[in-house]
């Protein structure tokens, strides 16, 4: 199952309100009662794992397996900078503008150099929606409600076993990152996929989905003499 | 299945007689005709990987997923040299030195400092394996047969996906080994698993049956725009 | 000695006129014959590590030690997509926006974490400058003229030893590049200053000048047995 | 000024004596008192990088820059199991098995496989020495040093400028030694010589000696704004 969050993919838009991450926690809790499903396998990427994290940490026992790609455990005046930069060229409307300051950087140089045809395709195709101010007003908001995240104090709290993914070509959410989660969650695993950026669901789909599937179907087990 | 290689483990011990790693491939493809299986996943660790990258490139047609686990595309110099050590310790029979030759080095300083109880345990349960003669010359067989291990000019043969999984503590074959075999080897995939020994296994068994169970489960996917 | 080139520091700018670096290889050059300085030693970083490598593959005699500091080889397609966005914001005169995109990203996060209170005394001192046209006109120009940049088929003509220098957090010019460097450069030395970004000068200002020093003032030895 | 400690290069055996790496130290201050030096620059590898921050720790005032060359801050039981096989090994007197265990290890595999008749060279001519009982009872006390060697609570106490360099495919004192060094020394620098072994004053001379003379000849400087 996969959920877009608000002002997210085909979600509804949140127009005229500014929120935290805490809501799309909201939005998961609620969808999970509706369906009556009590305990899942969550797997969150960027802006998602965070969602993820805060979700493991608020209902621990609603967990199974967490999994979190390009991950951070909170928004680093760093990381919120880009975010402010963002947000400016958002407001200018300048699609273009938009497209060269969040897309190449999410991907690793090599990949982005590999598949530069498909690239431009990609970035014909994105232009229109990244020129769409109700796009652009909906990325603010998502922006925005990212900036408070911080919940390193909090990952005692997550009780399931836990794979985090690093890439070492991530620019936004570098290994040192996932490092950390890795020193708070208990049980948590880490990998590394080297040569790839941000993007490493993109840039290596086959891993993507090797890693999520193995993981959260792997008996959690220990090694005897 | 899990397959125990002539002088490892409970298999016939090859006495009197020097081979190379060639015979255990011949080994494998007989025991694939036998069961009338014309095409496996093979997953092989260390020496069990040099074995099993020799298989893939001389019968590229019979694998369908190839993982392999802290091996090397080539037995370099220094490797031999850790090699000739190791049989000259057990030419002296002296299982206590062979132990502390051939086991901590095989495990991150960490992990070997984490687990010391099950570590004394453990050797204390080796012991008498490593003072063995018939077991100390198998060794030396086995670790004379892949010094002229080399498949570097042959790795393109191989057509099945593969993973590749490096450990960036694992000092008998490096991450560097692994790095090549990612180079030579077309439709390769590379993890590393940071904070780890050679034992990669040993020390992160989850991570090793997550990573072998979901790369031989998923389908070879492209990302499509 | 050090060098402002064309349309950086105090130089003249270079109005209404597109140029590639050779220009600045030309100031270099012009700038020793004046000087009598027949071989020199030669320091870059960033952009100046550029104009310092096609220094040195053009007149390698004229090159005593070179150092380069975060530097590539060649500009990159993704790398020029970061050149792009930031003359595209340069030319809406937006000060701030050019500030967001153009500094946080050569800081480490930690760095800009630790040092929070100096980038914002810095960000005030440098916004009227970010403003301005006249500026922003020459970093355009600047940006451009790095595009063209590619001295990977030359790097063989370098003969002085060489002294690379990387940052394990650098996005703009990321370790990748200075590995290709030193696989480049035969005469050439490799170190990795971890947990720092670009800007590694300003991170790391004592192994800046230590690096600088020690290189330039140490005789080229040979281990002998 | 190259200081030789007891039962190494050319100083006196301290036969039938077991002793800890403080006696080493005590000749340090001996040494310095009789030259009337109040403060040097103290610069040790491996070994001699322990019994440096040893003297650091305990003369802080006496030290004015420190250079360690991987080390670590303690021997950690993995450290310490490597220590007993060489023991167990010189206690059979033979000089070859001593070679193979000791020497190897200390290179990075690529820079043994590139010099392999240099090594073969070296390895004749220190064939007799690993086979002197006198050798290899020195060597023992030495190893046997070591083994109490812990400094991690105290390493607070150095005040003088460190630089620590760390090398990526050091085997005896990985880079997770130099790091934690780094995070406990306070006025601390670290650097990383990728591909390069244990014995990176070898692999690297020119490195080794720009690193030291740069270090210890330059001011201690902040960057200002």
């Keep these: 199952m996969r959920l877009d969050f608000f002002d997210q993919g085909q979600s509804d838009k949140l127009e005229n309100s500014a929120y935290t991450q805490d809501i799309q926690v909201d939005v998961i809790v609620s969808l999970l009662k509706h369906l009556k499903l009590h305990k899942v396998n969550v797997v969150g990427i960027s802006y998602g794992g965070e969602v993820a994290a805060m979700f493991a940490v608020k209902y621990p026992f609603m967990v199974d397996r967490l999994v979190l790609f390009n991950s951070t455990s909170y928004t680093s005046p760093w990381l919120a900078e880009i975010g402010h930069q963002w947000n400016a060229i958002g407001k200018t409307r300048d699609g273009a503008t938009y497209y060269k300051a969040t897309i190449p950087v999410i991907y690793s140089p090599s990949y982005y150099e590999s598949k530069l045809e498909w690239m431009k395709k990609r970035e014909a195709f994105l232009l229109p929606v990244f020129s769409n101010p109700v796009f652009l007003d909906a990325m603010e908001r998502l922006t925005n409600s990212a900036e408070s995240y911080d919940v390193r104090n909090q990952l005692d709290k997550i009780t399931a076993p836990t794979l985090l993914v690093a890439a070492d070509e991530d620019y936004l959410t570098p290994i040192k990152n996932q490092r950390e ?26 891993m993507f989905v090797s890693l999520v599937l193995g993981f959260i179907n792997t008996l959690d087990t220990e090694y005897k003499i």
Tied chains: 1, 2, 3, 4.
């Design 181 to 206: 989660l890795h020193k708070q969650i208990k049980n948590s695993e880490l990998v590394i996929i080297p040569g790839v950026g941000h993007a490493s669901m993109y840039e290596r789909p086959m």
